[in-house]
């Protein structure tokens, strides 16, 4: 099992930038795949972006160019760096990790989570 702890949320206004941190302990970080999800209110959690255990990245085409994951074994840390925020992109933002080195975009394929960090971007 990894635990997960997110931090790096706050209020942001709208075309600005925003980092979130998930530090992870327990499992080898560096051999796991990593993901963000995110769930707004009254909807249903999504995918924003995913890493593999040597640096591939996915992205949902909704934050294509606008977000970059990455992750820093030796500090077990996982990053989003968020620019060019828009309004829609309020949300509860989690860290996930899998099991597997391999990425995936599906919750279902997620087994460990954060608690999450709210993110809000006003207009």
């Known amino acids: 099992q990894v635990q997960l702890v997110e931090s790096g949320g706050g209020l942001v206004q709208a075309g600005g930038s925003l980092r979130l941190s998930c530090a992870a302990s327990?499992?080898?970080?560096?051999?796991?795949?990593m993901g963000w999800f995110r769930q707004a209110p009254g909807k249903e959690r999504e995918f924003v972006a995913t890493?593999?255990?040597?640096?591939?990245?996915l992205y949902a085409d909704s934050v294509k160019g606008r977000f970059t994951i990455s992750r820093d074994n030796a500090k077990n840390t996982l990053i989003l760096r968020m620019n060019s925020l828009k309004p829609e992109d309020t949300a509860v933002y989690y860290c996930?990790?899998?099991?597997?080195?391999?990425?995936?975009?599906?919750?279902?394929?997620?087994?460990?989570w954060g608690q999450g960090t709210q993110v809000t971007v006003s207009s």
């Open positions: 996930a990790a899998r099991r597997s080195g391999n990425s995936a975009s599906s919750i279902a394929a997620y087994d460990d």
């Open positions: 327990g499992r080898t970080f560096s051999s796991v795949a």
């Open positions: 890493i593999n255990w040597f640096g591939g990245t």
